[in-house]
């Protein structure tokens, strides 16, 4: 497999694949230059890259996204068996914060909110369903777009998350009530495109179709807790959740990232511990 092919597995629209093999190519040449390839480069030769790249005027974000690449491309190396390692992960560059979350719900705060919007009558059920897809998987809107009947394993009280071209796919656990609901709501309404379809859309209309009805949604929980804001703030209390509860490693296949720094980002830190996270970066000038 090709890195191109590797790219297009994941996804990527033709213009970024486009773009990946250009920054790509950028550090193949300089490893030519250090008589060095890509299965022997090294954390230092990274890092060697990263100055070279300010010597030669590149902006941080120029930086940070070519390192973006050399995650991508080290991981195809691996996924070929030509190396074991990826010695651009976790290598960040000072002054490019990454974005660290905020107005948090604790747990108890989300069940209530399940609980009370099961209770409402004139919501209908595809939203309360989605909505305990959020608060107990902690699914994103495309992935729950994406869900189809055959991801279902309800027999089993699990279900599967297919991946996108920023998440990996996982199996996740079910809660018991969760499961006679979708029992119900599947035996109820079987449509073609997709789980959470009202009714029958063209193809390329369906995330839209998703993502009004969440945005109704929204609305709807803003009025049982003013302090809802988004979806988001809603997936990352639960991965915030999960963080004090469980493994780094586990809640990182539990939230589908691809890079285990997207869940460390998640952790309940005091004001201090906000500062030292900010000093992780690598130091770059």
């Known amino acids: 497999m090709t890195f191109e092919q590797y790219l297009q597995d994941k996804r ?24 060095l390839s890509g299965e022997q480069a090294s954390y230092t030769d990274v890092i060697a890259f990263m100055r070279y ?6 902006s941080k974000k120029r930086v940070h ?11 195809w190396l691996i996924s070929e068996g030509k190396r074991e390692d990826n010695p651009a992960a976790g290598v960040y560059v000072r002054g490019i914060i990454r974005k660290l979350p905020g107005n948090l719900l604790g ?27 959020l608060i107990y998987q902690g699914l994103q809107t495309e992935e729950i777009t994406r869900l189809e009947a055959e991801h279902l394993r309800l027999k089993e009280g699990k279900i599967f998350v297919k991946g996108t071209s920023w998440s990996n796919e996982r199996w996740l656990p079910l809660q018991a009530h969760q499961v006679g609901e979708l029992q119900e709501y599947i035996q ?13 859309v063209r193809r390329d209309a369906s995330g839209k179709n998703i993502q009004n009805r969440m945005q109704h949604m929204i609305r709807q929980l803003q009025k049982l807790n003013p302090k809802i804001i988004n979806v988001n703030q809603i997936r ?13 490693r586990q ?13 460390e980002r998640y952790r309940v830190l005091n004001t201090d511990d906000w500062q030292s996270e900010l000093q992780k970066h690598h130091p770059m000038g």
């Open 236 to 248: 990352g209390s639960v991965i915030s959740f999960w963080l004090q509860r469980y493994h780094l």
């Open 12 to 35: 990527y629209s033709p213009h970024t694949i486009y773009h990946y093999q250009l920054y790509a190519a950028l550090f193949t040449g300089w490893l030519t230059g250090e008589q």
């Open 65 to 75: 996204s070519q390192l973006n690449v050399l995650r991508h491309y080290f991981t």
């Open 188 to 200: 109820a309404n079987r449509f073609k495109e997709g789980v959470f379809l009202a009714r029958p």
């Open 107 to 133: 747990v108890e705060e989300l069940e209530e909110l399940y609980r009370r919007y099961q209770l409402q009558l004139n919501v209908d059920a595809a939203k309360k369903i989605m909505l305990g897809l």
């Open 53 to 58: 790249l300010n010597e030669q005027g590149k």
């Open 251 to 263: 809640v990182q296949y539990m939230a589908g990232h691809k890079y285990v720094s997207s869940t």
